[in-house]
Nanobody
Framework: QAQLAESGGGLVQAGGSLRLSCAASGRTFNTYNMGWFRQAPGKEREFVAGISWSGGTTYYGDSVKGRFTISRDNAKNTMYLQMNSLRPEDTAVYYC??????????????????WGQGTQVTVSS
């Protein structure tokens, strides 16, 4: 059973930066696509960024393109999300996810994916 644990969330002023981490355990993750999602109060879960198993391919939601960078270190079983130029509308609980099988389309992660418990990011204006 895959286990994911996010960290790095917190309170930051608009324009600031945060770096989220997602530590994975329970199985080998270096052949699985992974991603970040977020959910703000009263809103549906939103895809933020995804990364292929090798790290060679990355993709982003439109609202974070040019500001966020996803990366991974397979040797450490850890994925990261560098968030720059943060805005109040980025305030949400951020979750990491890993696909159930290799080459899974991480953007459509649902119950088949493994999820972390989430970390709160709050951006003040």
């Amino acid at each position: 059973q895959a286990q994911l644990a996010e960290s790095g969330g917190g309170l930051v002023q608009a324009g600031g930066s945060l770096r989220l981490s997602c530590a994975a355990s329970g199985r080998t993750f270096n052949t699985y696509n992974m991603g970040w999602f977020r959910q703000a109060p009263g809103k549906e879960r939103e895809f933020v960024a995804g990364i292929s198993w090798s790290g060679g391919t990355t993709y982003y939601g439109d609202s974070v393109k040019g500001r966020f960078t996803i990366s991974r270190d397979n040797a450490k079983n850890t994925m990261y999300l560098q968030m720059n130029s943060l805005r109040p509308e980025d305030t949400a609980v951020y979750y990491c996810a890993v696909g159930p099988v290799p080459n899974y389309i991480i953007m459509v992660c649902g119950v088949r994916c493994s999820w972390g418990q989430g970390t709160q990011v709050t951006v003040s204006s």
